[in-house]
């Protein structure tokens, strides 16, 4: 079974540019998560998606992040423009139904650094 | 704001000994689970634990539930290099609308094992 994809794998890029993450979710599954994770921390739910509605994005900093999944499969995530502090990895997981004792699958992470 | 507090942050430690990592909320959750991470990798599911006071073991890891639904620990006996990874406890709880579940996750404890 092919795991969750997720490109690229490292960007760099300078303040106030856009940048936007792709990812592939495990066949199937319908809840999708982006995370972003500062290193050496926990990851920080961005927004989380069911299908294609959107269940929570409470801490997704609207005025400069958004996220799409347009058929319920794959999703992006931009972000315009970017700020210094934007640097982490995003991460993104998915799982079959987001219930109890549902196990969230990660891909590998996307690896920001703004400069 | 980070519901779930781990401790300790970090642990270095030799070979062969024995170590426990906290996980504490002052939040309910309807399940707690545990994961790992290597570097440059998505965080792995370890174990999954749903009732309060629920003991898993996991060959040299065993993870409890607090009682009451809000804390849970992992004790590790007999260390190995091979265990060395960032630990990541992450609780469940309901999106508004209830029909899902968000996954909130820990700060984290770094973990190195020294040979």
């Known amino acids: 079974e092919a795991g969750v994809a997720q490109s690229p794998r490292y960007k760099i890029i300078e303040k106030r540019q856009s940048v936007a993450f792709w990812c592939n979710p495990i066949?199937?599954?319908?809840?999708l998560y982006w995370y972003q994770q500062i290193l050496g921390q926990g990851p920080k739910l961005l927004i989380q998606?069911?299908?294609?509605?959107?269940?929570?994005d409470s801490q997704l900093p609207k005025d400069r992040f958004s996220a799409e999944r347009l058929k319920g499969v794959d999703s992006t995530l931009k972000i315009q423009p970017a700020k210094l502090e934007d640097s982490a990895v995003y991460l993104c997981?998915?799982?079959?139904?987001?219930?109890?004792?549902?196990?969230?699958?990660f891909g590998q992470g996307t690896r920001l650094t703004v400069v | 704001t980070q519901l779930l507090e781990q401790s300790p942050q970090f642990l270095s430690i030799q070979e062969g000994e024995n170590l426990t990592v906290y996980c504490n909320s002052s939040?309910?959750?309807?399940?707690l689970q545990w994961y790992r991470q290597e570097p440059g990798e998505g965080p792995v599911l370890l174990v999954t634990?749903?009732?309060?006071?629920e003991v898993k073991k996991l060959k040299r890891l065993t993870f409890q539930f607090g009682d009451a639904r809000k804390d849970s620990s992992l004790h590790i006996t007999a260390a190995q290099p091979g265990d060395t990874g960032l630990y990541l406890c992450?609780?469940?709880?309901?999106?508004?609308?209830?029909?899902?579940?968000?996954?909130?996750f820990g700060t984290g404890t770094l973990l190195a094992v020294q040979p």
């Open positions: 997981a998915s799982s079959f139904r987001g219930l109890e004792n549902t196990e969230a699958f």
């Open positions: 066949s199937g599954h319908a809840t």
């Open positions: 998606f069911q299908n294609n509605g959107v269940v929570d």
């Open positions: 939040s309910v959750f309807s399940s």
């Open positions: 634990v749903v009732t309060g006071g």
């Open positions: 992450a609780g469940a709880r309901r999106n508004y609308g209830g029909a899902t579940n968000k996954l909130i």
